[in-house]
């Protein structure tokens, strides 16, 4: 069955960055493209972004452009979210998500959620 | 972009009763030319990821109850929950994908 598994809780100052892994297993993992969504605290959903595998080409949220990053390692089938410039209002969870079907933004699995706090 | 707006923002309903969660989209999220209506929606449960329920409007996810289901169109959009679970106790959101980016409502919690 399909996996997503995140990496672990990040903790960073204003201005820093932060890089986010997400590990996929369980299917063809070049056939989907994987989104990130971020939650903040208490708050609704908000999509930052996605990245497809096949060619590591990326669609950011305008929101986001210019601060983040992702990218893909294909070896590892393995989806990284780099963001920078960080604010508090950057807190927040930070998901990975799989699109249900190739090309529609809907998610059909989840990773665990990776919390980031931004604080000085 | 376009607006997703849930009500209620929260509401109570008895175990075994029925639970209506209304989504209305800023714009029409219905592609004629395969006649899909790009509206999903998703369960969160506390300190859980969010889980896909029903995607294409109407179509339940692989091992969801057919308790939970999906309907409407155009820019109205309805998640019923029949003969409600201890469970179902979650927050509710809708999510458009018509259009990039894809939006989401701000959520509805539901309560025994």
């Known amino acids: 069955q399909v996996h997503l598994v995140q990496s672990g809780a990040e903790v960073k100052k204003p201005g820093a960055s932060v890089r986010i892994s997400c590990k996929a297993s369980?299917?063809?993992?070049?056939?989907?493209?994987m989104n990130w969504v971020r939650q903040a605290p208490g708050q609704g959903l908000e999509w930052v972004g996605l990245i497809n595998p096949r060619d590591g080409r990326t669609l950011y949220a305008q929101k986001y452009e210019g601060r983040v990053t992702m990218t893909t390692d294909t070896s590892t089938t393995t989806v990284y979210m780099e963001l920078g410039s960080l604010t508090s209002e950057d807190t927040g969870v930070f998901y990975c998500?799989?699109?249900?079907?190739?090309?529609?933004?809907?998610?059909?699995?989840w990773g665990q959620g990776t919390p980031v706090t931004v604080s000085s | 972009d376009i607006v997703m707006t849930q009500s209620p923002d929260s509401l109570a309903v008895s175990l075994g009763e029925r639970a209506t969660i209304n989504c209305k989209s800023s714009?029409?999220?219905?592609?004629?030319?395969?006649?899909?209506?790009?509206l999903s929606w998703y369960q969160q449960k506390p300190g859980q990821p969010p889980k896909l329920l029903i995607y294409w409007a109407s179509t339940r996810d692989s091992g969801v109850p057919d308790r939970f289901s999906g309907s409407g169109s155009g820019t109205d959009f309805t998640l019923t929950i029949s003969g409600l679970q201890p469970e179902d106790v979650a927050v509710y959101y809708c999510?458009?994908?018509?259009?990039?980016?894809?939006?989401f409502g701000q959520g509805t919690k539901l309560e025994i």
């Open positions: 369980g299917y063809t993992f070049s056939n989907y493209y």
């Open positions: 999510q458009q994908y018509y259009i990039s980016p894809p939006t």
């Open positions: 998500a799989k699109e249900g079907t190739r090309g529609f933004f809907y998610f059909d699995h």
């Open positions: 714009q029409n999220v219905f592609f004629q030319s395969n006649n899909k209506t790009y």
